[in-house]
């Protein structure tokens, strides 16, 4: 008895909760996406009200936005509140809709020559006060900058020192001085941004001469320099030793408009019949070459890995990661060669990477 | 380059300040919008811009003058305004017999064209034609999208994403809730995207939160999706590239169960078990001769391993 009264008691809350949020409820049969960061919601109900709506179908589309509107108020005002000088304020969480930037990153910028200087010395800047006494004009003044403290050039009175010609004109030398501080700091500014914008494009080592170049730099830059004459390095002679630069012919050869009217007809043949074959074309070499060149990058990805990790302690997955990229793709054509059903339109040339690829897969398995 | 405009520094502080704010950050300014009229505008497209700076003021831009250029043809007049000015959002109006009343909204990435979708302009009712009171200018709008359509082609995204972006106006961390006084709904049906604005009035309810009631404010524009020019896919992917800093920092040791319950990991030292403090049963104490022999025994093992 005590049980159907507890049970009543409660319906009858829950009965007058509904109530009271009768006024603020909307039954939608999706729930909406909110974005509070943005005050953004997005409907994905198909609006099927309003396409009887007719022509204009207005009342139809403000009711939606009501209820729409509705549902995204509930969610605001559940948002934790404060009170900011008299008025009521929620705390709007972050921005989930990713928007795309208008300029780009920006790129960290290398320090500057004495930044690496302090840092290595570890000097950290002294705090100064913005003013000075100055004792000649009996006030405080700035630092540096305009009409400032104690500033060199504008004294009225200079004694000439022992040392010196009494012809020289030592106002004139403390400006040529001022003017060559100037100069050098601007130009020492100058280099700062050069180094740094240097570094930020893609390196052209070795043509910069440093001092401590490497072999290969050198040979780089000794090929550059033998091109960069007039006539492309075609008369430069070459030193009794020198060997010729590796790879620096042309690096396609293409057969002549008019040439060999037979041999052209054989070669179109020869692929057509390729072409049509339904058994795939393997070219031994070719294949056991890629798989051993394969096996050696991994090797070397291998062993670079495990150098680093011995610097570090978190391996980094930069080669690593490339290596697994490589794979999963060529995997993929192999799959598919294997599948079965070998059209005749992929050519000759992928079908024979097929084949060389499904031997490659078995042996890593 | 930023490495060119650092060649020549500025001399004033002023000409220093104008230059750090255009310069990329890593959380950027609000994005502005730039509202160009082409060389045929007509009335409607003039008054639909008008508006359009209305909702976006502070943060817009209205040029007076016609402009004669084809944003799909040629980019590069849209461009060299964006420079100068420092927007990245703009709209450009115009209007011809085989496109009529027509409306290019777009965005800008490093001052290039990412995205750029064309409207046309089927029914506009003006702010000024509504006659009852508006809200602020400057007031953070509600946005709402409905209808699927909008998650359904690649275009309809972009354009929700566009009209996000364009409308959104500054992002705050708190907002005053009385202050929330108005909603721009857009509606994708039928082929046809309908884009109105309402004022919010809110009423008491039974409770805190408030019933909402609706009242048509501003302007109500129907429009069809004409030509797109959309960024590649690499473009846009750089375009959102976040900065690491702002990348929400993971927390480390902490997992989530797929019921709810958060489970946490301790790492601690390695404890020795004999020293372990548990019950004290006090037939299992040692007796002082047991403790005894205990202690020989070890003294010998000891012994034997050196």
């Not at chain 1, 500057?112 to 200087?117: A, D, E, S, V």
């Not at chain 1, 052209?264 to 056991?288: G, H, Y």
């Not at chain 1, 990790?309 to 993929?332: A, E």
């Amino acid at each position: 008895m005590e049980g159907q009264s507890v049970e009543e008691l409660l319906a009858k809350a829950e009965q007058d909760e509904a109530e009271k949020l009768r006024l603020i409820t909307v039954h939608k049969e999706l729930e909406l996406e909110f974005d509070l960061g943005n005050l953004l919601a997005s409907d994905r109900n198909p609006p099927t009200g309003l396409r009887r709506g007719g022509p204009t179908p207005e009342a139809e589309l403000k009711a939606l936005a009501r209820d729409n509107t509705q549902l995204l108020i509930n969610q605001l005002w559940q948002l934790p509140t404060e009170r900011v000088e008299e008025a009521v304020v929620a705390q709007l969480p972050e921005p989930i809709t990713r928007l795309p930037r208008e300029k780009p990153v920006p790129r960290p910028r290398p320090l500057t020559r004495w930044q690496q200087f302090a840092r290595l010395k570890g000097i950290r800047p002294k705090k100064k006060t913005n003013l000075v006494w100055d004792e000649v004009s009996g006030q405080w003044r700035r630092r540096w900058g305009y009409q400032r403290a104690r500033d060199d050039t504008k004294e009225w009175l200079i004694e000439v020192p022992g040392n010196a010609d009494p012809l020289e004109d030592q106002f004139a030398k403390r400006t040529q001085a001022k003017k060559e501080r100037v100069a050098k700091n601007e130009l020492n500014r100058l280099r700062n941004l050069a180094r740094a914008h240097k570094m930020q494009l893609p390196s052209s080592a070795g043509l910069h001469p440093t001092g401590h170049q490497s072999k290969e730099e050198l040979g780089r830059a000794l090929q550059v320099a033998k091109v960069s004459t007039a006539s492309v390095g075609r008369f430069q002679e070459r030193l009794p030793k020198e060997k010729a630069p590796r790879g620096s012919g042309k690096k396609r050869k293409f057969q002549p408009l008019f040439g060999d009217f037979a041999a052209e007809k054989k070669s179109q043949l020869e692929m057509l019949r390729v072409m049509n074959s339904k058994k795939p074309q393997l070219d031994v070499t070719r294949a056991t070459n890629k798989q051993m060149r394969e096996e050696d990058q991994e090797e070397a990805a291998k062993r670079r890995k495990m150098g680093q990790k011995g610097k570090r302690k978190g391996g980094r997955q930069g080669p690593g990661g490339k290596r697994k990229g490589g794979p999963p793709s060529q995997g993929g054509k192999s799959k598919g060669g294997l599948g079965g059903k070998m059209n005749s339109g992929p050519p000759g040339l992928g079908s024979k990477r097929k084949g060389g690829q499904r031997q490659g897969g078995k042996k890593r398995k | 380059m930023d490495a060119l405009d650092r060649v020549v520094k500025p001399k004033t502080k002023r000409a220093k300040r104008f230059l750090e704010k255009r310069e990329p950050k890593l959380s950027e300014n609000v994005k502005n919008a730039m509202l160009i009229k082409g060389g045929n505008a007509n009335l409607t497209v003039t008054q639909v811009l008008r508006d359009v700076y209305a909702l976006k003021k502070p943060y817009g831009i209205l040029y007076k003058k016609k402009n004669i250029t084809r944003p799909f043809e040629d980019q590069t007049s849209l461009e060299f305004f964006s420079k100068k000015s420092d927007c990245s959002l703009f709209m450009f109006g115009s209007h011809n017999k085989k496109r009529p009343n027509n409306l290019v909204i777009g965005r800008m990435y490093d001052y290039h064209v990412l995205d750029m979708i064309e409207l046309g302009i089927e029914k506009f009712v003006s702010l000024k034609d509504i006659k009852n009171s508006k809200c602020p200018e400057g007031t953070k709008p509600m946005l709402i999208f409905a209808g699927n359509d909008f998650d359904v082609t690649e275009d309809y995204r972009r354009l929700k994403s566009l009209l996000t972006d364009f409308f959104r106006g500054p992002t705050v961390s708190n907002i005053r809730l009385a202050g929330l006084e108005y909603v721009l709904h857009f509606t994708a049906l039928n082929g046809k995207i309908y884009f109105r604005s309402y004022k919010l009035l809110l009423k008491k309810s039974g409770c805190r939160t408030p019933r909402i009631e609706l009242e048509e404010m501003g302007p109500s524009l129907d429009l069809v999706l004409r030509r797109t020019h959309l960024a590649s896919d690499d473009l846009y992917k750089l375009s959102m590239k976040m900065p690491k800093a702002l990348k929400p920092k993971k927390k480390k040791n902490i997992s989530h169960d797929t019921f709810g319950t958060t489970y946490g990991r301790i790492h601690m030292q390695k404890q020795d078990l004999s020293k372990l403090q548990t019950r004290k049963m006090k037939g299992l104490k040692k007796r002082p001769a047991e403790r005894i022999t205990e202690d020989q025994e070890k003294k010998s093992k000891r012994i034997k391993k050196n």
